[in-house]
Every structure is written in structure tokens, then in C-alpha cells.
């Protein structure tokens, strides 16, 4: 038993996770190889490995003839009864090959062919571990600031955070633990290389999962998401099961699941709503926490319009635009809001609209903007639904 050659494989299969049969083989290629480089040939070369025991021998077959005109490939008869007396002219002798005979050069050339074979072995095991991961989030740490980009450590790889992913004001210390999105895992003769992402849309959905249960086990889907990266996201979310709330799971008690999301993502609002197939109940819930009047969609042009109050109208737009923005990405509408005011002049609403509303009492609003939110809690059926909800309140400073 080759008992130095079994220890190593076995450390290489502990340490690299490369499997002995794989390093056997390479050893076998790597002997064939020297005997090339050492008689000039290996088409006669058999390499036989015990694959228990890593006991190995090599042999060169040699036709036995009356005169030798090609060495590597022929013997002659006198030589072939010294190693086998029952050899005959014709017959085909087993040559044993001593390692040993070989030169400097051949050994140095089997040598570097198992260590290439090691290091290609060690890539494409980096390779697959890294390459399942793809599409899911890892969690690396901080190494150093690469011009504008971030090199991040995985474990057995790196990673390059590059500065079209990396959420702007975001700031990273040496050491720190992050959470990242895989993008893509690419295999390069250099190694695996691993694009990484804390901007992308996906790395709000994989948070969730990791921290609510109904989300991981599918009784809660989450249909959309939109997002702007260090600012704002809005998720749609719909629940397999009656009687699981999507929303209220996602929130979780007090606030307790969507909070350690916001807390990963550096204090990012999120906004979730109930998922609707009716696409027009979808526009009215995804310009949360504005009130809407009506929406009118087309689902074949997907085009909207939507009419709401008149003081809720920059609710409804949002700061530079970003409620309705995010809005559009969520269903892929284009929505088109306008105020009361702005769709009785257009003729969407009858000129006595205002008139009907202030008659109709509680159904239409004479309040002035500032007491939106006023309304706004009271839309729920229970100030502790409102609690609840709280955490997609707009301040009126972003409004």
C-alpha cells in the first residue's frame, strides 16, 4: 500500500473537497505524460492504479522481434526471455517502467500537471458552489475600496462590488458583514467570477424570505416589486391561504419582520400592499397611502388614469415623482393621475362633482391638506390596523 500517496488524496479530498478518483487520474496522465516527454512516445504506455490501496505500476509493451529497429516499441527475443522465458518471436511483452529512469524535465512536467489538475479541480468545486447560489443572497465582508468598487469576501471566493450596484450614499467598513444578491457567476480560466449586487429588485424579495416563514414556504407570494435603491420599494404581496393577511405576515408583530428588512437595507422604506388581479383595484393599492376617487385601465394598452382628491394629489405623485413612479414599475401601467379639479376641467367628472361630494357629507372631503393624515388613520377599521400600517406613512416633507 501506497501509504504517503493515500494520505495526501485524502487531505486533498478534506481540505479542496477534489474526489481521489479525480487526483488518480490526473496521476495516471501525468506518468503517461513523463514516459512522452522521457522515450519520445506513450501510444504503448499502460498505467495500471489500485484505487483502494493507490499502488501503481507502469508498463511499456513492446513487440518481441529479431531485430530491433524502433526501441520504444520493439525488443528484441533475447531480451524478452530475461523477463519472460515463454515470449516468442510476434508476441506482445510487458516491460516494467521505473519511475526513477526519468529525467529532471519529465518529472518536472508530471509534477506541473497535477498541480494544474489541482488547481483547475479547486476552481470548478468554487465554481459550483458559488454557481448555486446564483439568483439567492450571500453574506460577505467588507476587504477594501477597490477605486470606486468594493472588494468583498465570500469564503472561498471574492467578489467585486461594482459602483453601478452599490446603493449611493451607502458606506461600508473594513470587516463589515453584508448582505448581497448574486447576479451571475461566471466561470473564467482565472477562477469564478461572482457579480454581486445590493441595488437589485430581487435582494428586497430574498430578505423577506429569509425573515417570514409564509414567504419561504410559498403561502405568501410576492407578486411584484419596484424599487429604487436606497430610497423607497414597493412589493405586492398575495396570500395562497384566506386565512393568512400577506401583508400583516410580511410586517410581522409590531413592525418586527419588515424592520430587520429596512434595518439591512440601511433604513430603505417599504411600501406593501395587497396584490389584485383586477388591475384597477392593483392601481388604487399600489398609490398607497394616497386616496383614490377612480381608475380607469386598460389592460391591453396598459394605460390608467386615476383621479384623486385634490389635496391628496401630491400624496399621490409623490416626492419628485416617486409614489407614482414606483407605482407604474409595480403594475406596469402607465398611469396618468389628475386631480379632482384637473378631471371636472378635462369633463372625466360632471362640473357639480364637488357640489355632490360636499352633499354626500362624509364621502367627500372639505378638509384642507393638512389633515390628511387624520383621514389617512381613519380609512382602517381600527387605530391598531393603523399601527400596524404604520411604516408606509409618506411625511408630509416627502409628499
Known amino acids: 500500500m501506497n501509504t504517503e500517496l493515500l494520505e495526501a488524496l485524502t487531505i486533498l479530498e478534506q481540505e479542496k473537497n477534489i474526489s481521489k478518483d479525480t487526483m488518480m487520474d490526473a496521476i495516471e496522465n501525468s506518468l503517461i505524460s513523463a514516459c512522452k516527454n522521457h522515450f519520445g512516445t506513450a501510444d504503448n504506455i499502460k498505467v495500471i492504479m489500485d484505487r483502494e490501496t493507490c499502488d501503481y ?21 533475447e531480451e524478452a526471455e530475461k523477463i519472460d522465458s515463454s515470449l516468442q518471436i510476434g508476441d506482445v511483452a510487458q516491460i516494467p517502467v521505473q519511475s526513477k529512469e526519468f529525467g529532471r524535465i519529465a518529472t518536472q512536467n508530471a509534477k506541473n500537471l497535477i498541480l494544474q489538475k489541482i488547481r483547475e479541480e479547486e476552481r470548478k468545486v468554487v465554481f459550483d458552489q458559488y454557481f448555486e447560489k446564483e439568483k439567492d443572497i450571500v453574506t460577505g465582508i467588507v476587504q477594501r475600496y477597490v477605486g470606486k468598487n468594493i472588494s468583498i469576501n465570500l469564503g472561498r471566493a471574492d467578489a467585486m462590488l461594482t459602483e453601478n450596484e452599490q446603493v449611493k450614499g451607502e458606506t461600508f467598513k473594513p470587516t463589515e458583514r453584508i ?18 449586487s445590493r441595488t437589485h429588485p430581487e435582494l428586497v424579495k ?19 416589486i ?12 398575495w396570500s395562497n391561504d384566506e386565512n393568512v393577511d400577506p401583508v400583516g405576515a410580511c410586517v410581522g408583530m409590531n413592525g418586527a419582520r419588515v424592520n430587520a428588512v429596512v434595518q439591512e437595507l440601511r433604513g430603505e422604506k417599504i411600501d406593501i400592499i395587497n396584490w389584485d388581479e383586477n388591475p384597477a383595484l392593483l392601481i388604487e393599492n399600489a398609490l398607497s397611502p394616497a386616496k383614490v376617487i377612480s381608475v380607469m385601465a386598460d389592460p391591453e394598452e396598459k394605460v390608467a388614469s386615476v383621479i384623486v382628491p385634490d389635496y391628496q394629489l401630491s400624496l399621490a405623485i409623490g416626492k419628485e415623482g416617486q409614489n ?3 407605482a407604474a414599475r409595480l403594475t406596469g401601467y402607465k398611469i396618468d393621475i389628475k386631480s379632482e379639479t384637473q378631471a371636472i376641467e378635462s369633463g372625466e367628472l360632471p362640473e357639480d362633482y364637488m357640489e355632490q361630494m360636499g352633499m354626500m357629507g362624509e364621502e367627500g ?30 411625511d408630509e416633507s416627502e409628499a
Open 57 to 77: 505500476a507502469v508498463y511499456a509493451e513492446k513487440e518481441v522481434v529479431e531485430e530491433v529497429m524502433d526501441p520504444a516499441l520493439e525488443i528484441s527475443l
Open 179 to 196: 448582505k448581497l444578491y448574486v447576479v451571475e457567476v461566471k466561470n473564467t480560466p482565472k477562477g469564478p467570477k461572482i457579480l454581486v
Open 226 to 237: 419596484a424599487r429604487e435603491a436606497g430610497s423607497r420599494t414597493k412589493m405586492a404581496v
Open 324 to 326: 407614482a413612479r414606483l
Open 206 to 224: 430574498r430578505l423577506f424570505e429569509a425573515e417570514v416563514a409564509e414567504v419561504r414556504d410559498g403561502t405568501v407570494e410576492i407578486k411584484s
Open 365 to 394: 372631503y372639505t378638509g384642507d391638506y393638512e389633515n390628511y393624515e387624520e383621514d389617512y388613520e381613519d380609512s382602517y377599521e381600527s387605530p391598531e390596523e393603523y399601527e400596524e400600517y404604520e411604516f408606509v406613512e409618506t
